[in-house]
């Protein structure tokens, strides 16, 4: 939901009135920078606590086959969603056709927690372990991949690691919140029992208030203990570290709330459940990558506030709706849809047989009177 307010605002809002002074404007834009992050962190404590469920080797783990599966089917949508299909079957390949975006960075986020299972399986390195410091690793760097020059390599990698094409998200420091997720779903796995108590929030309450103001000082003490420059050059940009002290704390209070409403609405989550559907929907409809009309073709940075206020209240209702009723629809394209398509080709096929019987016998006709 918070995505899907976010991107209509974000769309529609007329420039004017995108004032970062305005305690609701500032509200709202520091919200919406926490949505991907948020996103991504929850995804990777997700993933690896239920792949570490399965406690077969990872080329019989369910989880990891699921895993590998997903992982091409969000690189294939992330492109899909990319494509303009006038375009696409004009055989007209436009660079934005190739930009990077939430789905791709899941995918290798995804890939990458696989791998290093892999890697651990084979040799016992500690799991939290490798998964923390290649999370570090991807923050850490990720200042330097981005002024780095990369107009040596082609263009569809190169958006994975710049911006400067077009890409809404790139692999560092992104794959980092993931990673860092990994990270929380073994400690899951591990102590169950402890994030059903009043002390796992408060935990990461306490871990993310340290870091939202105390961030540069231990990016300093990393680098007293470590003698690694980049920490010390991450305190000239600590976006990355502060914003993950802010998913802690809205972690822990997505744990609160679990804990407090015990029977939370089976459509909040079964929304929860249907993530891909909704993303896929909702960035069809209101960018029109397909079509090429959309509802960004209403009046992109024109809305007033209240306007987008009502708009965007609509566009969150219309999708509680469709999940709603997903499974009616799903019902309707791949068993009535295809019912009725192939009723269709058999009468086109019946009726070209005896078009082409016609056909035949006046052309045996035709042949007979001129043999006479």
Same mark, same amino acid.
């Given at each position: 939901?918070?995505?899907?307010?976010?991107?209509?605002?974000?769309?529609?809002?007329?420039?004017?009135?995108?004032?970062?002074?305005?305690?609701?404007?500032?509200?709202?834009?520091?919200?919406?920078?926490?949505?991907?992050?948020?996103?991504?962190?929850?995804?990777?404590?997700?993933?690896?606590?239920?792949?570490?469920?399965?406690? %077969?080797?990872?080329?019989?783990?369910? %989880?990891?086959?699921?895993?590998?599966?997903?992982?091409?089917?969000?690189?294939?949508?992330?492109?899909?969603?990319? /494509?303009?299909?006038?375009?696409?079957?004009?055989?007209?390949?436009?660079?934005?056709?190739?930009?990077?975006?939430?789905?791709?960075?899941?995918?290798?986020?995804?890939?990458?927690?696989?791998?290093?299972?892999?890697?651990?399986?084979?040799?016992?390195?500690?799991?939290?372990?490798?998964?923390?410091?290649?999370?570090?690793?991807?923050?850490?760097?990720?200042?330097?991949?981005?002024?780095?020059?990369?107009?040596?390599?082609?263009?569809?990698?190169?958006?994975?690691?710049?911006?400067?094409?077009?890409?809404?998200?790139?692999?560092?420091?992104?794959?980092?919140?993931?990673?860092?997720?990994?990270?929380?779903?073994?400690?899951?796995?591990?102590?169950?029992?402890?994030?059903?108590?009043?002390?796992?929030?408060?935990?990461?309450?306490?871990?993310?208030? /340290?870091?939202?103001?105390?961030?540069?000082?231990?990016?300093?003490?990393?680098?007293?203990?470590?003698?690694?420059?980049?920490?010390?050059?991450?305190?000239?940009?600590?976006?990355?570290?502060?914003?993950? #002290?802010?998913?802690?704390?809205?972690?822990?209070?997505?744990?609160?709330?679990?804990?407090?409403?015990?029977?939370?609405?089976?459509?909040?989550?079964?929304? #929860?459940?249907?993530?891909?559907?909704?993303?896929?929907?909702?960035?069809?409809?209101?960018?029109?990558?397909?079509?090429?009309?959309?509802?960004?073709?209403?009046?992109?940075?024109?809305?007033?506030? /209240?306007?987008?206020?009502?708009?965007?209240?609509?566009?969150?209702?219309?999708?509680?709706?469709?999940?709603?009723?997903?499974?009616?629809?799903?019902?309707?394209?791949?068993?009535?849809?295809?019912?009725?398509? /192939?009723?269709?080709?058999?009468?086109?096929?019946?009726?070209?047989? %005896?078009?082409?019987?016609?056909?035949?016998?006046?052309?045996?006709?035709?042949?007979?009177?001129?043999?006479?």
């Amino acid at each position: 939901m918070m995505m899907l307010q976010g991107h209509f605002v974000d769309t529609m809002l007329g420039d004017q009135y995108r004032d970062v002074t305005h305690p609701i404007f500032w509200t709202w834009n520091f919200m919406r920078g926490m949505t991907a992050a948020i996103f991504f962190f929850v995804s990777g404590a997700i993933f690896v606590f239920l792949m570490l469920r399965d406690s %077969r080797p990872w080329y019989q783990n369910l %989880r990891i086959q699921k895993g590998l599966k997903r992982v091409l089917l969000l690189l294939f949508l992330g492109y899909l969603l990319k /494509w303009n299909l006038y375009h696409l079957f004009s055989l007209n390949f436009y660079p934005s056709m190739f930009l990077v975006d939430v789905f791709h960075i899941i995918g290798l986020a995804v890939f990458t927690v696989i791998s290093v299972f892999i890697i651990y399986q084979n040799t016992k390195i500690p799991l939290p372990l490798m998964y923390f410091a290649l999370a570090m690793t991807a923050f850490l760097i990720a200042p330097m991949v981005k002024t780095a020059d990369w107009s040596s390599i082609p263009v569809f990698l190169q958006n994975y690691l710049t911006r400067d094409n077009g890409s809404t998200f790139i692999l560092f420091p992104w794959i980092g919140y993931s990673l860092f997720g990994a990270v929380v779903g073994w400690h899951m796995y591990k102590r169950p029992n402890f994030y059903h108590t009043h002390w796992a929030p408060l935990l990461f309450i306490s871990i993310g208030l /340290w870091i939202h103001y105390n961030v540069n000082d231990i990016l300093l003490g990393c680098f007293h203990l470590t003698g690694i420059a980049e920490f010390k050059q991450a305190t000239y940009n600590n976006a990355s570290f502060w914003r993950l #002290g802010h998913v802690l704390i809205v972690f822990a209070l997505f744990i609160w709330i679990t804990k407090i409403f015990k029977n939370i609405p089976p459509l909040i989550m079964k929304i #929860g459940g249907e993530t891909l559907v909704i993303y896929s929907v909702h960035y069809v409809l209101l960018y029109g990558t397909w079509f090429g009309i959309g509802i960004r073709s209403l009046g992109h940075h024109t809305f007033t506030p /209240w306007a987008t206020a009502i708009g965007a209240v609509s566009f969150i209702l219309f999708f509680a709706y469709l999940i709603y009723r997903i499974e009616e629809i799903r019902y309707f394209l791949y068993h009535i849809v295809p019912h009725y398509f /192939w009723l269709y080709f058999r009468f086109l096929r019946i009726k070209f047989r %005896r078009f082409y019987n016609v056909q035949r016998l006046n052309l045996i006709a035709m042949m007979g009177k001129k043999v006479r």
